[in-house]
């Protein structure tokens, strides 16, 4: 018999680590203080794309939350171990996932709502853009594994527990 294969250990540690993924989006941010002086788009580009970005945000994050409630209300027998071993992982993840949506989401928003300069919402624009990408992988990696938990549980026989008989 075989050793299971053990999955990549740096694959393991950034699965354990959700803040790595803030490190793209601060390079952006200093990138977008340094460079502030590129020219920007028009003012209604400018809402098209704080109104897009916002947007996709939401649905990433309804996404997301229907994706974690699949991960937590999963009654199978393996979902139930893997919950178990790995709470602090999922939960790391899971709050980082629906986090950073809203934050993506609000992000932009918040550049018009109090007139910052065009630089400034193409800025956070692009860096909510980045977090939702990164978000959105992080779900569909969770929704994943779920599903695949779904269907090894059911290819595997059910052991029934034996009735008991009362006196």
Do not use: K
């Not at 354990?16 to 580009?45: C, S, W």
């Amino acid at each position: 018999m075989t050793a299971p294969r053990r999955a990549n250990p740096i694959y393991e540690w950034i699965l354990e680590h959700p803040r790595l993924d803030y490190a793209l989006p601060l390079v952006l941010i200093l990138a977008g203080a340094i460079f502030h002086n590129v020219p920007t788009p028009t003012d209604n580009d400018r809402l098209y794309l704080v109104a897009g970005v916002s947007t996709v945000a939401g649905l990433v994050m309804t996404a997301a939350t229907f994706v974690c409630t699949l991960t937590y209300q999963s009654s199978n027998v393996l979902m139930n171990h893997v919950r178990l071993a790995y709470a602090t992982t999922l939960r790391r993840n899971w709050v980082s996932i629906i986090v950073r949506s809203f934050v993506a989401a609000i992000a932009p928003v918040c550049t018009l709502a109090f007139a910052f300069p065009s630089w400034v919402a193409v800025a956070a624009s692009l860096v909510s853009l980045v977090l939702i990408c990164q978000a959105f992988a992080r779900a569909v990696f969770w929704m994943v594994y779920t599903l695949f938990m779904q269907d090894a549980s059911s290819a595997r026989p059910q052991i029934e527990a034996p009735e008991l008989s009362l006196p």
